[in-house]
C-alpha cells in the first residue's frame, strides 16, 4: 500500500488521499445529525478532520491508534487546516501490519544513538562528586530505563512530541544548564545538571508513545513530576548523596514548571531551580517555533495564532552570512600575493 499524501504537503481547497493514523477520535452532534470530529497524523504532522452525516453513521467505532486511508478536501477553519472526509476505510490488522510506519511515527531529527551517546559523555565529564556520579550513571545505564527513555517523547502535541523527543528535550536542557554554569558560577553545577537529567525523566510512564501515543492512567492521575520523583526514589536510597543534596535534587524536579498554575508543585525557590525552569521552557518553545516554522508553506512568513504560545509566529529574514574572519584573513593574504605576481 502507497502512503499517499502527507499531512505537511497539505494545502487549503485541495482534494487530499491517503494513509493515516487516528490520534484521536470522537462522536458529536450537529442539526443534521450525528458526526465524528477526529485527529488524524502521520510522520510530518497532524490535521483535523471531519466525518460528517451521513458517511459518519458507517462508524459505530473509530479506535485511536488504528490506521485509516482516508480521502477527502482540505480547508481552512479559524485559520487551521482542517480536512473533511469524503471515504474512509478502516485497515484490518492483517493489512496494518504491512504498513511501514516510519510512515507514521514522528521521529526526531536527530540519530537517536547519537544523542543518547553525547548526553552520556557528557555526564561522565560533569559529575566529579561520587554520589552525583554514581546516581546518574545508574539512571541512565539501567537497560530497561535507557531503552524507554531513548524512544519516549517528550509531550503529547506542543513540543518534542515524537519518537526520541524526550531525549532530544533532555540533552537540550542538559546543554543550555551547563552554558548557564559557565556564566553563572555561583550556581551549583552538578545539582543544575542532575536536575536537568531528570526533570521530565517521568514522562517515560506519563505517556504510552507508540501510534496512538497517549497520557496512561498514571500519567493522568499523578502526572510526569510526581513520577519522576518515585521512579529516583530506589536509585537515591542506593546513592549514598547527601541528604540535603538529595532534597535540592527532589526540589528542582518539582518546581520546573515554574508557576503552580502551570504545574508546578512548588515555584522555584533556588538559584538553580529557577535557571532550570528557564532553560527547559525556552527549549520547549525554540522546539515549538522549529516545527511552526517547518511547516510554512512557501513564501509564508506568519504561522497561524497559537493557542499555547497565545500569539501568530513570524519567520524573519535571516541576516545574509558574511565571511568568517578567518575567512576574510585569508582572502586578504590571497589579495596581496596576486598583487605581488602583478
Known amino acids: 500500500m502507497e502512503k499517499g499524501c502527507f499531512v505537511k504537503d497539505m494545502s487549503p481547497a485541495a482534494e487530499v488521499q491517503g494513509l493515516f493514523a487516528v490520534a484521536q477520535a470522537a462522536q458529536a452532534q450537529s442539526r443534521n445529525g450525528p458526526y465524528w470530529r477526529s485527529t488524524l497524523s502521520d510522520a510530518s504532522g497532524s490535521v483535523e478532520a471531519k466525518i ?11 479506535s485511536v491508534g488504528s490506521l485509516v486511508w482516508a480521502e ?48 552520556l559523555s557528557l555526564c561522565r565529564e560533569e559529575f566529579r562528586h561520587k554520589p552525583w556520579r554514581k546516581l546518574v550513571l545508574a539512571v541512565l545505564e539501567d537497560a530497561q530505563l535507557q531503552a524507554a527513555f531513548r524512544v519516549c517523547p517528550a509531550a503529547k502535541g506542543v513540543h518534542h512530541a515524537y519518537v526520541g523527543g524526550l531525549l ?8 543550555l544548564c551547563r552554558r548557564i554554569a559557565d556564566q553563572y558560577t555561583q550556581l551549583d553545577r552538578q545539582a543544575l545538571l542532575a536536575g536537568a537529567l531528570f526533570h521530565d525523566l517521568g514522562k517515560i510512564r506519563e505517556f504510552s508513545g507508540g501510534l496512538a501515543n497517549d ?59 529557577l535557571a532550570l525552569h528557564y ?13 511552526l516554522f517547518e511547516q510554512l508553506g512557501n513564501g509564508s512568513t506568519w504561522t497561524p495564532y497559537q493557542a499555547t504560545l497565545g500569539r501568530h509566529m513570524h519567520r524573519a529574514m535571516p541576516t545574509p552570512q558574511g565571511p568568517t ?16 605576481k602583478v
Not at 460528517?52 to 473509530?62: G, K, N, Q, R, T
Not at 532530544?168 to 546543554?175: A, D, N, P, R, Y
Not at 519522576?228 to 528542582?252: C, I, K, N
Request: glycine share 6%.
Open 168 to 175: 532530544e528535550h533532555t540533552l537540550g536542557v542538559f546543554t
Open 215 to 273: 497520557y496512561t492512567d498514571e500519567g493522568r492521575l499523578l502526572g510526569h513530576i510526581m513520577l519522576g520523583v518515585e521512579m529516583l526514589t530506589p536509585f537515591l536510597a542506593r546513592s549514598g548523596l547527601e541528604d540535603e543534596l538529595q532534597r535540592h535534587l527532589r526540589h528542582l524536579i518539582l518546581s520546573h514548571h515554574g508557576e503552580l498554575q502551570f504545574g508546578a508543585v512548588r515555584p522555584p525557590h533556588t538559584a538553580e531551580a
Open 52 to 62: 460528517w452525516h451521513p458517511l459518519s453513521a458507517e462508524f459505530h467505532d473509530i
Open 279 to 291: 532553560a527547559d521552557n525556552l527549549d520547549a518553545k525554540m522546539a515549538q517555533c522549529r516545527t
Open 72 to 119: 477527502g478536501r482540505t480547508a481552512l477553519f479559524r485559520e487551521q487546516m482542517q480536512l473533511t472526509l469524503e471515504r474512509m476505510q478502516i485497515l484490518s490488522e492483517a493489512e496494518a501490519a504491512r504498513v511501514d510506519h516510519a510512515w507514521l511515527m514522528p521521529a526526531s531529527p536527530f540519530d537517536l544513538d547519537t544523542m543518547m551517546g553525547q548526553l
Open 325 to 340: 574572519p578567518r575567512e576574510r584573513k585569508k582572502a586578504v593574504k590571497e589579495e596581496c600575493l596576486s598583487l605581488l
